[in-house]
């Protein structure tokens, strides 16, 4: 149907000087055709994961809306005879009209939609006044572009709007009408009829017969918008759902809807598979539409991404969780196993620091780290092939040249505990210097022995008696790199 809006027609209009003014006025002056179709703005969460995947869109409280006229109380004016002046105790018109309030604002819950209009093809931005081509709105609800735009067929919403079964609620829906100036309705309440049907009775009534002035009135500035309502009022607080799965008919991505987020939208519309997908593109100020889109298919695995082992997902899975618990247990047991040793390592190693303090413009360092493992032996993650390393551990000390960032020597111990109780020792000396293309290494000394647990000891104390001769040979290609003497100072 041809829409009879008087928006446009209250509008001022200059002569047009360019062509630019001549197809802004044709675009204002062109007739709008209303189509069946209703459109909702929202984010792409609560599209996906409330809307969607409920089948249901809410009725918000009234009083949640963005129109003072809307969210603050409306005092109704009060009719009375003259037997009905008396108030009850202490009450007076303020307590009634705030019981007026609870009854009708308050029980209120509303759906707010936006309405679509087509343009004639000579109308050089013909897209202008469809419902999901609003950029304030994308702005304001649309979550800055990034949401989606649901599309509804008018007639079945509304279908399923009033199939609701509640027989005491009242139910309205209609376009809203944008004015500068906002009456309550020919007819106040009376006091009387509140005395003798009640309040919350006579409330009803009166937002029966005024429901138009009461919540389909706005400030006319919020016209852009092109509302159209479902008010639904019953006895209670909570805000209401409308089942939607027969009316919705299309959705609409933003301009910067995630590209991440699509696939799980695809998802979420497999149980809509009639609903046409269409995506938004802004381009040189103007808001193109392109689709339907056909749905994308779900990401293919990578060859790498085969498990090597067999079973389901729930075999695999339970098997990791087997071994991630079978190497705490071990790693537990082994941490114990390493105590000792690690705290050898840990005070050769501040011993080592202290005593290199002595070197000339340089500053030493410790730290608990384990450089001193080798990268192919260093421990793996449970259920990988490979040796399996129950628990390492080790120290380091760092000489650093001064000033800073320029050359460094590194003495580093480490213990490992394998398999069947066994131990394995590391220890290393390595330089590392600064370079623009990309830091230099060179190690010195390294060794390591596995041995048994009940041999660890013995076999660390030589360990850490090589580290501390391999610092010594080390020492002058470090002195000599950093353009000292060799050995001079401490």
């Not at 076999?459 to 790199?481: G, M």
Request: with cysteine; proline share 6%.
């Amino acid at each position: 149907m041809t829409s009879s809006d008087s928006s446009a027609s209250n509008r001022v209009f200059t002569f047009p000087q360019n062509a630019l003014d001549a197809s802004e006025l044709e675009m204002i002056t062109a007739p709008r055709s209303e189509t069946n179709d209703l459109y909702h703005y929202t984010n792409a969460n609560v599209a996906m994961y409330n809307i969607l995947a409920s089948g249901t869109l809410r009725l918000s409280p009234f009083e949640s809306t963005n129109d003072l006229w809307e969210s603050r109380p409306l005092h109704p004016n009060l009719s009375s005879h003259h037997d009905d002046e008396d108030w009850p105790g202490d009450a007076g018109p303020m307590d009634l009209w705030a019981d007026i309030d609870r009854n009708i604002r308050l029980h209120t819950k509303v759906a707010c939609l936006t309405r679509d209009f087509t343009l004639p093809d000579r109308v050089l931005n013909r897209d202008a006044s469809r419902g999901w081509g609003h950029l304030s709105l994308w702005a304001h609800y649309g979550a800055g572009h990034t949401g989606v735009c649901l599309r509804f067929d008018r007639t079945r919403l509304i279908k399923a709007f009033q199939e609701q079964t509640d027989p005491a609620a009242l139910r309205f829906h209609g376009p809203v009408r944008y004015v500068s100036t906002q009456g309550v309705g020919p007819h106040g309440l009376d006091i009387g009829q509140i005395r003798e049907f009640g309040v919350d009775a006579a409330a009803l009534a009166y937002a029966e017969a005024n429901h138009e002035s009461l919540f389909f009135r706005k400030y006319w500035d919020w016209e852009n918008e092109a509302e159209y309502r479902l008010v639904l009022l019953d006895q209670s607080l909570l805000p209401a759902y409308i089942d939607i799965r027969g009316a919705l008919s299309g959705v609409v991505l933003g301009d910067a809807f995630p590209e991440g987020r699509r696939a799980a939208l695809w998802e979420t519309l497999k149980v809509y598979p009639d609903v046409e997908v269409q995506q938004l593109r802004f381009q040189n100020r103007y808001l193109h539409g392109f689709g339907p889109l056909a749905p994308e298919a779900a990401a293919e695995a990578v060859p790498w991404a085969e498990p090597r082992r067999s079973g389901s997902l729930e075999e695999r899975l339970g098997a990791l969780r087997d071994v991630t618990a079978e190497a705490n247990g071990l790693g537990e047991a082994a941490k114990l196993l390493a105590a000792d040793h690690l705290t050898v390592i840990g005070g050769a190693i501040a011993a080592l620091c202290s005593e290199l303090e002595s070197w000339p413009e340089a500053e030493s360092t410790a730290f608990p780290h384990s450089p001193a493992v080798p990268v192919e032996q260093r421990a793996r993650r449970p259920g990988t092939p490979g040796e399996r390393v129950h628990h390492e551990g080790g120290f380091m000390c760092v000489v650093e040249n001064l000033p800073k960032y320029s050359l460094t020597l590194v003495a580093a111990a480490a213990v490992q505990v394998l398999d069947g109780r066994r131990l394995r020792l590391h220890g290393v000396v390595t330089t590392e210097w600064w370079d623009p293309e990309g830091n230099s290494r060179a190690e010195h000394w390294r060794a390591a022995r596995a041995v048994p647990a009940d041999e660890a000891a013995a076999a660390l104390s030589d360990l850490l008696a090589e580290l501390r001769a391999a610092v010594d040979v080390a020492r002058p290609a470090f002195d000599e790199q950093r353009g000292r003497t060799p050995g001079e100072g401490g």
